[in-house]
């Protein structure tokens, strides 16, 4: 039955190919070869390769029931599409295989997931929902066995949200998080197994308010950097705060503890891990070097989503380095990237009066290392104009804004459906602002301050708007010598 399902679904990728457009395609990010993806499930290094699976629905670019799409490399640049994982229509998982994790276990490869069940008319809350959390193996990394639910009850009646198991090995045990929500209040429950199948629920490791807190915390992740606890979470339900929280749903961490009785001692707040339009459920994984690697869903629920004309929708991020500066969490692009590198071009921009400037570069696929530098610019705003169109009707604008003392993701003029600004601080006392930006067909994502801050969001500029430009407004604008890339197209 599960083997028929798989077939049938790959059937219907190959059927959509054909007519797939790819104006928006990206070139070396993950993206479904059809249909719709969202989140980044069981990312996993296994038998020398990085494994990446992820919410897919292969018969359309909507959401829909959902399925694991699949995907592995040696090097974290270039990707294998590998068939389809799961697919729901077990009694345990009939509408849909949620958000999970993957572990190893000796020779075997587990995906621990959750089985999802309407009980009413499809996607309609109201009428509720069945969640329970499933186990399935493999021993060759492409073909799973499904185990069932391992655990088919919440730890309260009045839980019916109950999803995106996180397990992680400590000590002699197995250890999984889920998101979880009560009436109104988003929980995280902890869990702990020997052998995978026998779960015990240890409580709720942290709990929240409505208000302060949001309605539900989706795809938990909890783990150690550098000394400290990091439980990473999608929270949903909180209200714009100043420049914070502008998309629909967040993705943030807080620092802390998990101590002995298993419950997480918070000592920070919340605070976002990327401040662009498009990131969300982000999950990490621990590369054989110890490096803590993160991926996140580049797009946003219920955000505009023009590849969908083109039969193909969702992407994720770039693969992102992980560290820590006290209560802060840093994070690089992965260093392989390095690799996506062609020709290199120097940027001699300098001091700009007033005024912009065309670049001599052009490019949808490009890599920019560069400095903006505050000392000796007076300009009220200067900065990069990206994807620009001949006609001066498409650009994507990232400046320094000097009377707020924020750098700015502009997308007013990025395109098809999407629009904006998304901003970070710039400290007091900064002299210059470093920017490495990745640009692919429909996406940007900038490393402020050498990962400090992040922006990553998805832009739609037509596929010859390829110009570059620097400009300053009303005053100087100084750049610093700076660095562009074109990129390979991996066509992934
Ligand atoms: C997060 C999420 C998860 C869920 C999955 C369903 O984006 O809502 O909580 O498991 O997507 O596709």
């Not at 709990?207 to 949903?236: H, I, K, N, T």
């Not at 920070?268 to 498009?278: A, P, Q, T, V, Y």
Request: aromatic share 10%; charged share 25%.
């Amino acid at each position: 039955m599960q083997a028929d399902l798989l077939d049938e679904a790959q059937r219907a990728i190959a059927r959509t190919l054909p007519a797939r457009r790819d104006d928006y395609r990206l070139g070396y990010h993950l993206s479904p070869p059809a249909g719709w993806m969202n989140d980044p499930n069981g990312l996993v290094y296994f038998r020398g390769e990085y494994h990446v699976f992820y919410q897919h629905h292969p018969y359309s670019p909507q959401w829909g029931p959902m399925y694991w799409g699949h995907a592995r490399s040696a090097d974290l640049v270039h990707w294998e599409h590998l068939p389809i994982a799961l697919a729901p229509g077990d009694p345990f998982d009939r509408d849909g295989c949620f958000s999970g994790s993957a572990v190893v276990d000796g020779d075997t490869l587990y995906l621990i997931y959750t089985g999802h069940r309407w009980l009413g008319e499809a996607g309609n809350d109201e009428q509720g929902m069945r969640q329970v959390q499933c186990l399935a193996s493999s021993t060759d990394g492409i073909a799973f066995t499904k185990h069932g639910a391992v655990i088919d009850t919440p730890p309260h009646p009045d839980i019916m949200h109950f999803r995106d198991p996180r397990v992680w090995r400590r000590g002699d045990h197995w250890w999984m998080a889920l998101g979880a929500r009560q009436g109104d209040d988003p929980l995280l429950l902890l869990y702990r197994s020997r052998d995978l199948r026998q779960w015990d629920c240890l409580g709720r490791a942290l709990e929240g308010r409505r208000e302060a807190d949001g309605y539900m915390w989706e795809c938990p992740d909890l783990f150690e950097l550098e000394g400290r606890d990091v439980f990473l979470f999608s929270p949903q339900g909180l209200e714009p705060d100043g420049h914070e929280r502008w998309n629909l749903f967040q993705n943030g961490y807080r620092l802390g503890r998990l101590d002995e009785r298993a419950r997480f001692v918070a000592e920070s707040e919340l605070r976002e891990i990327d401040h662009g339009h498009d990131f969300y459920a982000a999950q990490t994984l621990l590369a054989p070097d110890g490096r803590r690697l993160l991926w996140a869903w580049m797009d946003m629920w219920q955000s505009p989503m023009p590849s969908q004309a083109h039969h193909w929708c969702g992407a994720l991020t770039l693969p992102r380095e992980l560290s820590r500066d006290g209560d802060r969490l840093r994070m690089r692009p992965a260093r392989e990237l390095a690799a996506l590198r062609q020709s290199r071009q120097a940027l001699a921009i300098g001091a700009l009066e007033s005024g912009s400037r065309t670049l001599e570069v052009r490019g949808a696929l490009l890599e920019f290392e560069l400095e903006l530098e505050l000392t000796g610019s007076s300009a009220e705003r200067f900065g990069l104009a990206l994807r620009c169109s001949d006609d001066g009707r498409e650009r994507t604008l990232l400046y320094f804004d000097a009377m707020a003392r924020r750098l700015v993701l502009d997308r007013q003029h990025s395109g098809a459906g999407v629009s904006g600004v998304r901003s970070v601080p710039v400290a007091p006392g900064q002299t210059r602002i470093a920017l490495r930006i990745f640009l692919d067909r429909s996406s940007i994502e900038v490393f402020v301050d050498d990962g400090v801050h992040t922006l990553s969001s998805r832009i739609y500029p037509r596929p010859d708007s390829l110009g570059v430009g620097a400009f300053a407004v009303n005053g100087r604008g100084v750049f610093a010598e700076g660095a562009v890339w074109s990129l390979a197209d991996l066509k992934l």
